[in-house]
């Protein structure tokens, strides 16, 4: 394949930035790359393979044709325009939630389906954050088992609501230490020193939008549409990692030990021997792209359910991570390379 024009949208947006960080050492062939953001940060300049480039506004007059596009810029503007660059001949893989509930467009955790790559196409949509390591950690199970239901309860970083996010966690610690008074932007309440409940708007039942999503992209993901899950999902304290209780119960009777061996074959990265404090843990996860799994012991509430601590960096696999990898999955195919509009 010979090298490809490459577009990051969102590119000076915390997953952006790590997706721009990838792509230089990835097995996508990039020959040239651009980078678009908002008004705002239009004229940014980002670094690729000791080359600037400059950041352009998103607009009719900037856009051009690419052979893969990588958006990580909201809902909003991937329904815009990953149609426009996918018209123009591009693949995109949208980061945001944008195409996430269109059945016409893959939902790719690529080695939990990545099978379903097997055909060009338009669009691709990276699931949520939360559900990609959760899948990534019971898939190997699930083949061997079979899973009958999930319960998890998630903490996940503030980094998961973005940049500003992250700003509004250090300045409000910051401020919280000093006595004065904290400025909510981003949270509906204190975020420092404090647990909240609440990612994504609630529906009638009183389930958040991020509880919901992680039940119906679960589904999709493991071919198991009518799979019970049941999620709490919670914003805690921290900047980046995500990290999850996951309780889970199978067809037949899981072994905690062939667990471990199940999720090291598929490349997990096992962490588990709580005597020894050693477990999975955000700060240690961050910055590196693996699922990391520990706390594998038995249910005590369910003969054949095993309980599991899942955490990764939830900007990288749950995020730039992922995203990128379908794009290599995609290149080893040779389904990148403009079609033509």
């Known amino acids: 394949m010979t090298g490809l024009t490459v577009a990051v949208v969102g590119a000076t947006g915390a997953v952006g930035r790590e997706m721009w960080r990838l792509l230089p050492d990835s097995a996508v062939p990039v020959e040239r ?5 908002g008004t705002r940060s239009a004229g940014t300049e980002l670094i690729f393979r000791d ?3 400059r950041a352009r506004a998103l607009d009719e007059a900037s856009i051009e044709p690419v052979d893969l596009a990588l958006f990580s810029a909201g809902a909003d503007a991937a329904r815009a325009w990953a149609p426009r660059f996918a018209a123009l001949g591009a693949t995109v893989v949208d980061n945001s939630s944008g195409f996430r509930a269109d059945l016409r467009v893959p939902l790719i955790v690529p080695e939990v389906n990545g099978e379903l790559l097997d055909r060009r196409v338009a669009i691709v949509a990276n699931p949520n954050c939360s559900t990609i390591q959760m899948v990534v950690a019971l898939a190997p199970l699930h083949r061997a088992w079979g899973l009958r239901g999930i319960k998890v309860a998630t903490y996940q970083s503030v980094s998961g609501a973005g940049a ?3 700003t509004e966690l ?3 610690t910051r401020r919280h230490l000093a006595g004065d008074e904290e400025t909510l932007q981003v949270f509906p309440h204190p975020i420092a020193f404090n647990v909240l409940p609440h990612i994504g708007d609630f529906d009638p039942a ?3 939008r991020e509880e919901g999503k992680m039940r119906e992209e679960t589904r999709r993901l493991l071919g198991l549409p009518d799979l019970p899950v049941s999620a709490t999902c919670v914003r805690v ?3 980046r990692g995500h990290s999850e209780a996951v309780w889970a119960s199978f067809a037949t009777s899981p072994d905690p030990d062939g667990a471990r061996e199940l999720l090291r074959g598929a490349g997990v990265m096992v962490e588990d021997d709580p005597r020894a404090a050693v477990y999975p843990l955000a700060r240690r996860a961050s910055g590196r792209p693996e699922v990391f799994v520990g706390r594998i012991r038995p249910d005590g509430s369910d003969p054949r359910g095993l309980a599991l601590w899942v955490v990764s960096d939830n900007l990288l696999k749950g995020a730039a991570t992922n995203a990128v990898q379908i794009a ?5 195919r040779g389904f990148l390379g403009r079609s033509g509009p």
Do not use: I
Not at 33 to 37: H, Q
Not at 328 to 332: Q, S
């Open 33 to 37: 790359v651009l980078a678009y953001t």
């Open 51 to 53: 080359h600037p480039v």
């Open 164 to 166: 500003r996010a992250m």
């Open 170 to 172: 250090v300045e409000n």
């Open 206 to 208: 009183g389930e958040s």
């Open 237 to 239: 304290p921290v900047l």
């Open 328 to 332: 290599e999955v995609l290149a080893a």
